[in-house]
């Protein structure tokens, strides 16, 4: 099956911006790119589709670049924005960068030239400006960018001649990359179809030859909001900023109705199984939210980690039989008084011998309550924080044990 046919089949594909593209990627090998701007210190749930749809043109033969936007994002993409980006330092945006490599390589394969990662700093930062403007912003017509959303919608608030900037930054890099790597297709979210289209017009109007632009649709919730928010804000895909235990748990409580696009959009499973799992009721769609959680978990974290979440869930829930196998601890409330420091808690649990032992657990990144990373050594714990009568403890990556808070 054409690639082209996989991803509008598992709902990808938003729009494409010229004819041809489905028969360019039957007949060649296509080099395509994807730009992400490092504007936080890790991806999100966002760019989690996105890295999904390149896997699957990279399992195709098709060779992804990863383009990070170190140049871009010293402007910020006004595209979906209602007011200006904060302006971040260059160290910030290196250190952001880095970060996003990291995180890429989960869902790539960088051997061998198999896939390319650069930095849109390269070329841009040293960019001569009316050299810039000369051969690129003459292409340009104002009056057809004014007529784009990402700069329509801004118009009223206002707008900066900073950010008026970026379409063209953008389509820059497409034309970069092609004269570069031979790169002929855009990928990215439909919020950027204005951006994706100037670049894919300037490039068959400098260079005389085809480039594609496609879009996909946004991960969105069966009643039109954005999927992917906490309570505590965004899921991240890095696992200091978003537990593998809460990545996990927001997928296994999503609503009924959006788990058939879920497991479509960012797992590898067969659309015959995701159709079979989408299609159960009432409560049998619990165990197709099972295997949601588990695949993207998996996806992203790694099958351990995917494991002890899965496992700390079914603990914590009661839920798979596996609550047998966690060994607890009950405590009185007057206990817990005496206790309530997590250091000394661990300690009346028999998990560290020491306070000493348990700071350096904690220092170490390797104690989480609830699913909740522990980072102070004198946080304390409260009688309403056990949830159900109980809280669970997770020591380093494989231990867990529960506290029981008696009546």
């Given at each position: ?334 206990g817990l008084d005496e206790n309530k420091k997590v250091i000394d808690l661990l300690i009346f649990c028999g998990l560290t011998a020491s306070r000493g032992e348990g700071r350096r657990l904690i220092a170490g990144g390797g104690l ?40």
């Amino acid at each position: 099956m054409n690639v082209f046919d996989v991803l509008t089949e598992r709902g990808f594909i938003k729009q494409t911006t010229h004819e041809g593209l489905p028969e360019l990627l039957e007949k060649e090998k296509v080099t395509f790119y994807i730009g992400f701007d490092p504007t936080a210190d890790s991806l999100h749930v966002g760019h989690f589709v996105q890295l999904m749809a390149m896997a699957h043109m990279q399992r195709a033969g098709h060779r992804p670049i990863a383009l990070v936007g170190g140049g871009t994002a010293m402007v910020g993409d006004p595209s979906g924005k209602t007011d200006m980006r904060k302006m971040m330092t260059r160290e910030t945006i290196v250190r952001n960068s880095e970060k996003f490599r990291k995180q890429m390589g989960r869902f790539l394969d960088f051997t061998e030239g198999q896939a390319v990662m650069t930095d849109n700093s390269d070329w841009l930062l040293d960019l001569n400006y009316i050299s810039f403007l000369r051969e690129i912003g003459a292409v340009f017509s104002v009056n057809k960018m004014l007529t784009a959303d990402c700069f329509k919608r801004r118009l009223e608030k206002g707008l900066t001649f900073l950010e008026f900037n970026y379409m063209l930054m953008q389509a820059y890099d497409f034309l970069v990359l092609n004269r570069k790597y031979g790169c002929a297709l855009q990928l990215g979210g439909d919020d950027q179809w204005s951006n994706i289209l100037a670049g894919a017009d300037l490039i068959r109007r400098k260079e005389r030859k085809p480039a594609y632009g496609m879009t996909f649709t946004l991960l969105l919730t069966s009643d039109g909001r954005k999927m992917g928010k906490t309570e505590t804000g965004a899921l991240w895909l890095d696992a200091e900023k978003t537990s593998p235990y809460e990545f996990y748990q927001y997928w296994r409580n999503v609503a009924d109705a959006d788990v058939g696009n879920c497991l479509s959009l960012l797992t590898f499973m067969p659309m015959d199984e995701v159709k079979r799992l989408a299609s159960l009721k009432d409560s049998a769609i619990n165990e197709a939210k099972k295997v949601l959680a588990f695949e993207v978990t998996k996806q992203v974290h790694g099958e351990e980690e995917a494991r002890a979440a899965q496992q700390a869930a079914e603990a914590m829930f009661g839920q798979g039989g596996q609550e047998d196998g966690v060994p607890s601890t009950e405590i009185t409330k007057d206990g817990l008084d005496e206790n309530k420091k997590v250091i000394d808690l661990l300690i009346f649990c028999g998990l560290t011998a020491s306070r000493g032992e348990g700071r350096r657990l904690i220092a170490g990144g390797g104690l989480s309550i609830n699913g909740e990373k522990v980072t102070d050594e004198f946080k304390e714990i409260r009688p309403d924080d056990f949830d159900g009568g109980e809280i669970l403890i997770k020591k380093g990556k494989k231990v867990f044990h529960k506290v029981k808070l008696a009546e």
